[in-house]
């Protein structure tokens, strides 16, 4: 069965930390995403990964990085978490390939105090 | 801009009836389309999809209609059962991997 893990379900942080969370798939999918999901905003996309060391700007890249030196691990990276950044964070992953359905993890709730 | 839309937020069906959920989308090089469901405090799960080529698909009671014309398309359950009370996100894909989401629509299904 399709299994993507998310290392924390609640994560609390302060004002300027760098806060990492943390994805790994066994699916052995080339594709990983990281979305933010917040009320009346659906699920907008950070960042995505299409191989290892490969990187894509998602619709709201703006304060955050990401790192895949590992085909199964995708982390995102808070630089200096803000408290516009509390919200819940999800990660995908999927096949290469047109249309693939994206499997997801449980979500990180994130605080930023 | 948001280039897929779901304009009702909530939506509540006795147990039995239909229950349809619709989306818009603005931009016409989509050409697949999908459907999640999410529980709250999991992620969401994939439910079922359509190609442009088609203007229905079924799978057991979720049937998905586009409606290429109007930029539409809408989930039908039927009939709706309790466990159905999620949060459904209509989805399209564009450049093949980079997905556009729904705002959602959070079903009740009153039993």
């Known amino acids: 069965d399709v299994k993507v893990t998310q290392s924390s379900r609640y994560l609390v942080k302060r004002t300027g930390e760098k806060v990492f969370l943390e994805c790994v798939q066994d699916?052995?999918?080339?594709?990983m995403f990281w979305y933010r999901q917040d009320p009346g905003l659906g699920l907008r996309l950070i960042y995505f990964s299409y191989d290892v060391k490969m990187k894509e700007k998602g619709d709201i890249p703006e304060g955050y990085s990401v790192s895949r030196e590992k085909k199964e691990r995708f982390s995102l990276i808070l630089e200096s978490a803000s408290t516009n950044q509390t919200s819940m964070y999800l990660c995908?992953?999927?096949?290469?390939?047109?249309?693939?359905?994206?499997?997801f993890g449980d979500g990180t709730r994130l605080s930023i105090l | 801009d948001q280039q897929v839309k779901q304009n009702s937020p909530s939506l509540s069906v006795q147990e039995g009836r239909i229950s349809i959920l619709n989306c818009d989308y603005t931009n016409s090089m989509f050409d697949y389309f999908l459907w999640y469901k999410k529980y709250p405090a999991e992620g969401p799960t994939f439910l079922i999809s359509?190609?442009?080529?088609?203007d229905k698909n079924e799978d057991g009671r979720f049937t998905v209609f586009l409606n290429k014309s109007a930029k539409h398309l809408s989930l039908h359950i039927v009939p709706s059962q309790p466990g159905d009370s999620a949060v459904y996100f209509c989805?399209?894909?564009?450049?093949?991997?980079?997905?556009?989401f729904g705002t959602g629509t959070s079903l009740t299904v009153i039993p």
């Open positions: 995908a992953s999927s096949l290469r390939g047109s249309n693939q359905p994206q499997h």
């Open positions: 989805a399209a894909p564009l450049t093949g991997n980079q997905f556009y």
């Open positions: 359509i190609s442009s080529i088609k």
């Open positions: 699916m052995d999918h080339e594709n």
